[in-house]
């Protein structure tokens, strides 16, 4: 197995995880740390592609995960923001409890 | 493939695992966080050593302590007498395996796309430089929605004086 | 320098910014519009005397900066450029334009500070500023063109800014109908220069259409008897100039413009827009003059003769007229005449110079007439004024200054040397001595009609319905952009003087020497004694029939109507030129458009008809088929897409988790189907 396919199959395993824990988990909060897991494996993805791609010599790929780590900042505040706004109003973070975009 | 990069995946997804797993939340951020951790390992192995610790600063440091908070403040630290994972958890859990087998599948018919030696590493200044240069407008947009989430977030998490409730997200449960 | 030449955009840029955000700002933001405006107007200021500046050091060198805006059809042919070119002529018209623009927007503080559309008019003036910039820097045909189309647009709602009063909403449209006529012509000549010579550009480094190569292939080309193409594309383009700067058939819309407000008279009716024409007519001078050597070109006669009439003909007029507005706008036709006359028969500097001291002395003697409306409750008859000097010194002084270098009063004011320049040209010119004495005869003239307003106006004892306890010297705001114009209109004068003709030598990148022995020449002075004499008679000739009946404090008889039968009625009521065209051209058109009516009520319509009548008969057919068939069918579809919607529906169950898992499972399924069907 070269380096690459490593840092992928590494990075799949941690999507998957995360994956999970956003399907499976019922607090918001969980929820949301599924989300970051699954961020980072984006990150390590684009970091392995940068080290071993085919580009050139181009920061793309290390500027592409320094903007997604801003993004990702900027998602977990306002995230956290929205389920403390959620707890508030419903007075729980369970997200299955919250279902009233029920058809 | 060697020792380091082994052991790192193991922390990696030791870490991740244990933070989708845990019941309790408190012990599920600590596990993310030393996921987290593993993923700077990860960087700083794979040459990006400004990637790293800004991974370490930002995700280990700041992200992990904010959801901490807000575990706190939801009191999401005590475990619910209803079970942490939803009732048909099965159905999340073969979803992401099927995933996984999917971008696994694609990751190992996949080999390299250039040998190890033509890469040259890269400065922080070269970063820099590119960042202020060739991303200049990105970089601005991002400021401007860091601004905006940051307001939003504020907005958002307020609390409205004598009226705990709230009435800005709607009417009551249906 | 050459860098510099790219950033000229923002130039014109600027003020357009500024036009469109005051046109999204509400009603209310008064102080945001101005701010904004007089903003970017000062930075485009700076930024045109930066320009100034590097052109100056370069030692008047042509700098050119473009770039490909569309690509509509293959080659050369069918790319448009935008580009500009920075030359002696565009800095010194961008410094004038934004100087004087800049003056006049400071000045609009004051008197539109009571207007409840403040920040439409600044939205429109920013709208003409960035325009007008954009004209004088063009070098491509269609910017140019393009830029003179929205100068004619901003005039247009700038003289129809009071557009409730039947009058303003009329002479707008009628200053926007006239010169239109002349747009029409000039952009038959552009598109037949572009046809030529296969290039939008003025210069392009040797073959842009105003560079040798392209204009000896215009020569060589005869239209009829001895006009070359260039010469008729030249009197094509003298037709929009025409137009533009109220030249004399088409002049009519220049005096109805004053029926905006007193700025925008100021600003685009006398320095500025009007002025296009000239410009427009220095930029292609090299086009005018192309052909062999020693001979004048026909345009350039067409050019003299026009400008000469105008010149005397709108002088003539302005001395019968009442309305202190209308007399500066047959001044200005007037005034215009002279820098055409000068272009034709002395080349670019001559007009160029009275083009530039006139934008400062017509500027300041309109913002002075501004002035003097706002202090008396708009009152504009000068007949109703009078005696003005005690309540209004600062008015009255640098009025006078406007009203001196006007009339070319010797030595101290820039009118003097400007109108020397003029003379000069006319008098070597070699083909006829009648525009020099028509030069004259308007250099007498103006004299007359200047004394008789401002004695008028400023002289003498108040007259009519003005009483004196309410009349005020005008806000700082007016009254400093009106010293910094008189100063300016002294000033402008000695760049240009015969001892040191600075400005001459600028524009054709020539190195000025000082040389005081020019200036006493016998040419000089004889020429110059005739013109003072001339001054100096029309303003004694005013003084003597005007200053008794001032200083009586009655409204009196004007004069002027014991002059031999016919001429007063002639001059008051404008050679009847507006009559002419109501008699003449409105109801020929009037005629066309009955005809058009009739031709589409009874031969086009019943054409209409019957297609409509075939029409409805096949739609009933079809709506028939439509009924039985279609929408029986597409109810029953309906029916079905119902049911299964409904049982859809079912599957949403309100949870985001489950969405998501079917969004992944769904992934999994998309990327494994892609990679089994991209691998078989």
């Not at chain 3, 060589?220 to 094509?236: E, F, P, T």
């Not at chain 3, 037709?239 to 407000?261: I, N, R, T």
């Not at chain 3, 400062?360 to 409750?377: E, M, T």
Request: aromatic letters at 12%; proline letters at 3%.
């Amino acid at each position: 197995m070269s380096p690459l396919t490593g840092y992928l199959v590494l990075s799949a395993a941690l999507f998957a995880t995360g994956l999970a824990g956003v399907l499976t988990r019922r607090n918001a909060i969980a929820v949301l740390i599924g989300v970051e897991l699954m961020l980072n494996a984006a990150n390590l993805n684009f970091v392995a592609f940068w080290r071993y791609g085919a580009g050139g010599p181009d920061a793309a790929g290390l500027v592409f995960v320094l903007f997604t780590i801003a993004v990702a900042a900027a998602e977990a505040a306002v995230g956290l923001a929205l389920v403390i706004a959620v707890y508030r109003h419903y007075r729980t973070a369970h997200v299955d409890e919250v279902k009233r975009l029920r058809g | 493939m060697d020792v380091a990069f082994g052991l790192t995946a193991l922390i990696t997804l030791a870490g991740a695992v244990a933070a989708v797993w845990l019941r309790n939340l408190v012990h599920a951020v600590l596990a993310l966080a030393v996921s987290f951790a593993g993923v700077a390992a990860a960087y700083l192995q794979l040459g990006a050593e400004f990637l790293g610790f800004a991974q370490l600063l930002i995700y280990v440091g700041a992200v992990a302590i904010l959801i901490v908070f807000a575990v706190l403040v939801t009191r999401g630290g005590e475990v619910p007498a209803g079970g942490v994972h939803a009732a048909r958890w099965w159905v999340g859990a073969l979803v992401a395996l099927g995933v996984f087998a999917v971008l696994g599948w694609a990751a190992s018919s996949l080999g390299d796309r250039r040998a190890a030696a033509e890469w040259t590493p890269m400065s922080v200044a070269e970063l820099g430089q590119s960042l202020v240069g060739r991303w200049v407008f990105a970089l601005q947009v991002l400021g401007i929605l860091l601004t905006a989430a940051l307001i939003g977030a504020v907005l958002l998490a307020w609390r409205e004086e004598g009226n705990d409730s709230g009435t800005h997200l709607g009417g009551g449960e249906s | 320098m050459e860098t510099w030449v790219q950033w000229m955009w923002l130039i014109p840029v600027l003020p357009m910014v500024a036009a469109g955000v005051s046109g999204l700002l509400p009603r209310t933001a008064r102080g945001w519009s101005a701010g904004l405006s007089i903003g970017s107007l000062a930075l485009s200021f700076v930024l045109s005397v930066i320009s100034f500046a590097a052109v100056w050091q370069s030692g008047g060198e042509r700098h050119l900066y473009g770039f490909r805006w569309f690509q509509f059809g293959p080659g050369a042919f069918g790319t448009l450029w935008l580009s500009w070119v920075l030359d002696p002529l565009s800095a010194s018209m961008l410094v004038m334009v934004s100087g004087v623009g800049l003056l006049i927007f400071i000045y609009s503080l004051g008197y539109m500070a009571h207007d409840a559309n403040f920040t439409r008019f600044f939205c429109f003036l920013s709208l003409f500023a960035g325009a007008m910039l954009g004209l004088v820097m063009s070098n491509s045909l269609v910017g140019l063109f393009m830029c003179w189309e929205l100068v004619g647009l901003a005039s247009y709602l700038l003289i129809g800014f009071w557009f409730q009063k039947p009058a303003a909403a009329a002479a707008a449209k009628k200053a926007f109908i006239t010169t239109r006529v002349g747009d029409l012509v000039f952009f038959l000549g552009l598109v037949w220069l572009f046809g030529n010579s296969g290039t939008q550009l003025f210069y392009d480094n040797g073959s842009g259409c105003l560079e040798a190569a392209t204009l000896n292939a215009l020569v060589q080309q005869k239209v009829w008897w001895d006009w070359s193409l260039s010469q008729v594309i030249g009197l094509l383009l003298f037709a929009g100039a025409v137009g533009k700067s109220g030249q004399l058939p088409l002049h009519v819309w220049l005096p109805d413009a004053m029926e905006g407000p007193t700025p925008v008279s100021a600003l685009i009716h006398a320095a500025t827009m009007v002025a296009a024409g000239v410009f427009l007519m220095a930029r292609v001078y090299p086009l005018l003059v192309a052909g062999p050597e020693g001979v004048v070109q026909p345009v350039l006669m067409v050019m003299a003769w026009v400008g000469g009439l105008t010149a005397v003909f709108a002088a003539a007029v302005a001395v019968a007229q009442d309305d202190i507005k209308r007399i500066l706008a047959y001044s200005t036709i007037s005034q215009l005449g002279y820098m055409m006359l000068g272009l034709a028969t002395g080349g670019v500097a001559v007009g160029v110079f009275h083009l530039l001291t006139h934008a400062c002395f017509k500027a300041l003697l309109f913002l002075g007439a501004g002035s003097v409306i706002h202090a008396c409750s708009e009152e504009q008859n000068i007949w109703r004024l009078g005696g003005l000097r005690r309540w209004m010194p600062v008015t009255y002084v640098t009025y006078g200054v406007g009203m001196l270098a006007l009339t070319g009063f010797p030595v101290l004011f820039s009118g003097f040397w400007s109108k020397e320049a003029i003379l000069h040209a006319t008098h070597a010119w070699p083909v006829s001595a009648g525009p020099f004495w028509l030069g004259l005869a308007g250099v007498f003239l103006t004299a007359f009609y200047m004394t008789r307003q401002m004695v008028l106006v400023f002289g003498g004892t108040p007259r009519g319905n003005v009483t004196s306890g309410s009349i005020h010297e005008s806000p700082p705001v007016m009254t400093v952009p009106l010293i910094v114009l008189a100063s300016l209109s002294v000033v402008t004068g000695f760049v240009g003087t015969p001892a040191w003709p600075w400005l001459q030598g600028f524009l054709e990148g020539q190195q000025a020497i000082l040389d005081w022995s020019r200036l006493f020449g016998a040419d000089v002075w004889g020429l110059a004694a005739i013109s003072c004499a001339a001054v100096f008679l029309g303003m004694g000739v005013g003084l003597v029939l005007y200053r008794r009946i001032a200083a009586e404090g009655v409204i009196q008889r004007d004069p002027l109507e014991q002059l031999p039968a016919g001429l007063c009625p002639a001059l008051r009521k404008k050679f009847w030129v507006d009559e002419a065209y109501q008699h003449s051209v409105v109801p020929a058109l009037a005629w066309l458009a009955y005809w058009c009516d009739r031709m589409d009520r009874w031969v086009w319509a019943g054409l209409m008809r019957l297609a409509a009548c075939v029409t409805l008969v096949v739609a009933r057919l079809s709506q028939n088929v439509d009924e039985a068939v279609v929408n029986a069918g597409f109810d029953r579809a309906c029916e079905g897409l119902r049911l299964q919607g409904g049982r859809l529906s079912l599957w949403q169950n309100g949870q985001v988790q489950r969405y998501l898992a079917f969004v992944g499972a769904a992934m999994a399924i998309l990327v494994s189907l892609w990679w089994w069907g991209g691998n078989r």
